[in-house]
């Protein structure tokens, strides 16, 4: 049986994938970069900042790598005020509640944004288990913060099931043994399968993610 539902943040509880092209588009233009969907999601999409700025601007210091990730996450924060949850998600939290499904956030978002972006959604309360990169490095793609969290919980990898909108994360969930089904918010799908997502969908009112959970529960209505 389904015991816990483990769920990545940025592009799976909310569609942020354009905000963050956006501000880092304006941000890599400065250093010659004029980055385009794809640049961004090979080389952007799902990753820490520390592990970006690294890969594409090596030639920063570690204090002006540090100044510019600030100003990129305080530039995001300023623009999700409006952010809506992903379709579906209530009904699958309603799910878990009557199931009493354990739920957590697993996400590779810096402590500030993870808190701001569950205010903005209303779901701090849905979310008292939040795995954040600093708590588990290096963070996504590697399995340690999909780990921590089923230990937290204390639910076994064979009994959970994850949520990605990245190929870094799927490769994460995967990697700790995780049923992972991978959301088309920000990534084709076949990338996603190719990283190792045992299905797809593009929301959480997906039918046939809805046939898969009445066959692991026996509360869905």
Known sequence: ML??????????????????????????????????????????????????????????????????????????RRLVNSLLPTPGLDRLIALTDRASIKRAVVTNAPEDNAVYMLKVLRLTDTFPTVIMAKDAPPGKPDPTPYELALSRLG????????????????????GAGIYTIGITSSH????????????????FNDQQLWELLDSKTKAVG
Do not use: C
């Not at 639910?155 to 995967?174: L, N, P, Q």
């Not at 084709?188 to 929301?203: F, K, Q, R, V």
């Open 155 to 174: 639910v076994k990898s064979k009994r959970a099931f994850a949520f990605e909108d990245s190929a870094a994360g799927i490769r994460s969930a995967v």
């Open 188 to 203: 084709p799908a076949e990338e996603l399968l190719n990283a190792g997502a045992s299905m797809t969908i593009e929301d």
């Open 3 to 76: 015991e816990a539902i483990l769920f990545d943040l940025d592009g799976t509880l909310a569609d942020t994938d354009s905000i963050h092209f956006a501000v880092w588009q304006d941000i890599l233009v400065r250093y010659d970069l004029d980055i385009d969907r794809s640049f961004y999601r090979q080389r952007i999409s799902g990753r820490t900042n520390s592990k970006i700025i690294k890969d594409i601007i090596p030639q920063l210091t570690l204090e002006d790598a540090w100044k510019l990730a600030t100003e990129k996450e305080e530039t995001y």
